[in-house]
């Protein structure tokens, strides 16, 4: 890291620009002819001072004390040099460079303890300078050329206050867009480490869905096997009837594998439309429970993928759970547009239960954090033997969004 701000680095470039035009000025100024002496004037020690602090401008201390106070001496001694040796004629110009150079290399109070020992050796030179001048005219009134410098000062101590205070605002607004891209930066970062444990605990989910309803089929068939072989010469009725079990254990793993697996996808619809892929999630209900859901669907063909995603989730979740869970005997499923909303109802009349008591599932919360994502509102309505309802909702309009 480089320890100078140098012009590529200038927090504020056009400032710096600005300051090289103001010194271009004076040491144009320096030029011009006497007004006493009409001959031209060229003071080398002034123009040397000059264009030290334009060298100086091009390299600012970013780091170290010991640094930043030798420089602001320099640049202190520079301008004395130039004020009261070399009677510059544009001295206060050097004393608001100071001012402004001290607000890229210090913090807030050292910066305003600069502009104030600027005003003070400001004052200083006008003094000695106002006592060393010979004017080329006797003024009528001397105590009036007194009232035009102690106006001088005053104007020179606004101007002083304003452009510190114009600096000081530019730069605070430049820390408080570099702050905030910052924190947007973070917040990205965090996204992005939420999305991946997300995903992780989806993995973690499925793996263990299959652990529990794969591994236990797979197990059990293997024991039907096992002991239909042994089984087959002695007793071979009973052989057939455990090989039937084992091919009805056989398709159930089948169908856990293809559950799993539809989990995975990215794109649970496969192109096919909320109606049909609603329709084979039935279907395969019924096949594995035997219950038949009552279904009234109401659907809008343009709603938003990702609505239509979520209430494929959300549904086969819940009739998930019911099928595991709920033992229920009766299902019903409605979906309903409204001109503003969509409704998605899962009704079952299985045996409940406790939602306080409820913490660990991923299945529900998942629910949950999917309608909420779309500005919708998730409802479990439950207790034990009491069936279960889920009543997700979701706006259309911020759906479409
Ligand atoms: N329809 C339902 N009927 C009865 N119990 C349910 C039903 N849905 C969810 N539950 C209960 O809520 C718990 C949490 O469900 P969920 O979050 O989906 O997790 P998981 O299904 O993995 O256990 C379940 O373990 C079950 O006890
Ligand atoms: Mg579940």
Known sequence: MSRYIEIKTHPIRFLLYLEWILLLIVALTELLPDPVTKLPRLSLLNLFCVGSLFILGLKLPKVGRLD???????????????????????FPVLYLILTIRSCWIFGKWKRLAIMVLAFVLFLVTLIYRFQTFTFPFRPAVPE???????????????????????????????????????????????????????????????????????????????????????????????????????????????????????????????????QEAIAHLIQSFHSTTGVLPNCSIYLLNSIPVELKVSIYRILQEALTNICK????????????????????????????????QNTTGIGLQGMRDRTQSLGGQLEIETSPRKGCRITASFPLLMGNG
């Open 144 to 274: 009036k050329l007194e009232f035009i410098l102690m106006g001088f000062a005053i104007f020179f101590g606004l101007v002083l206050v304003f452009l510190f205070l114009l600096v000081n605002a530019v730069l605070s607004d430049r820390q408080s867009r570099e702050k905030l891209a910052l924190a947007n930066a973070e917040i990205r970062k965090y996204a992005l480490k939420i999305e991946d444990m997300a995903t992780l605990q989806e993995s973690n989910r499925i793996a263990c869905d299959i652990h529990d309803s794969l591994g236990d089929s797979l197990t059990a068939l293997n024991l039907q096997i096992e002991t239909a072989l042994k089984l087959w010469r002695s007793h071979p009725t009973k052989a057939e009837y455990l090989l039937g079990e084992a091919k009805r254990l056989g398709s159930t793993a089948l169908r856990e594998v293809r559950e799993s697996a539809s989990k995975l996808r990215s794109d649970p619809l496969e192109g096919r439309g909320l």
């Open 68 to 90: 930043k106070l030798v420089y602001n001496i320099v640049e202190i001694g520079i301008i004395l040099a130039a004020s009261i040796a070399g009677e510059i004629r544009l």
């Open 325 to 356: 869970h709920a033992q229920a005997t009766h299902v019903e499923i409605q979906i309903m547009t409204t001109s503003t909303d969509i409704y998605l109802i899962i009704d079952d009349n299985g045996k409940g239960f406790n939602l306080k």
